[in-house]
């Protein structure tokens, strides 16, 4: 096993949806990549998603319930049980494209001395709608 994606949720079962669908349909080897759902907010509707797409996916899922909220621990719940070699973070409401992961472990096989890589995220709010709190001047970073 290669990676294990870790997908920390809190009651938002149609944007994890989403989520979970972009995942499995990557283009990658479906055995070498986990997909492991941690429910901070034990929501059974997130747990029907997860079942749903599971049934359809080709690589291994696995949904596990943090009962101690806060993204902390159920990161740190999702990372226990990975079978990975590498861990990459997803959140609940993120879309990625189908060559994420491939891109994602590109600088791994470049310098061994790779610790840990990001990319960029760019935001999408319902109908360009941008909430009070998020300034344009911080859409650069």
């Not at 429910?39 to 059974?44: T, V």
């Not at 080709?58 to 909220?69: D, F, N, P, S, W």
């Not at 409401?93 to 590109?106: A, C």
Request: aromatic share 10%; hydrophobic share 40%.
């Amino acid at each position: 096993m290669n990676v294990s994606i870790v997908i920390c949720t809190y009651k938002r079962p149609q944007s994890l949806k989403s989520t979970l669908e972009s995942v499995v349909r990557l283009d990658f080897d479906s055995h070498a990549f986990e997909v492991i759902v941690v429910d901070n907010g034990c929501d059974a509707e997130s747990n029907a998603v997860f079942e749903e797409v599971r049934l359809r996916a080709k690589c291994r899922m696995a949904y596990v319930r943090e009962e101690t909220l806060g993204l902390s621990y159920a990161r740190n719940k999702g990372v226990s049980l990975a079978l990975g070699d590498r861990v990459a973070f997803l959140d609940d409401d993120e879309l990625v494209p189908t060559d994420w992961l491939s891109e994602l472990l590109k600088p791994f096989g470049i310098d061994d001395r790779v610790g840990c890589v990001g990319g960029r995220i760019v935001p999408v709010f319902p109908d360009n709608t941008y909430p009070s709190w998020y300034s344009r001047d911080i859409q650069g970073f």
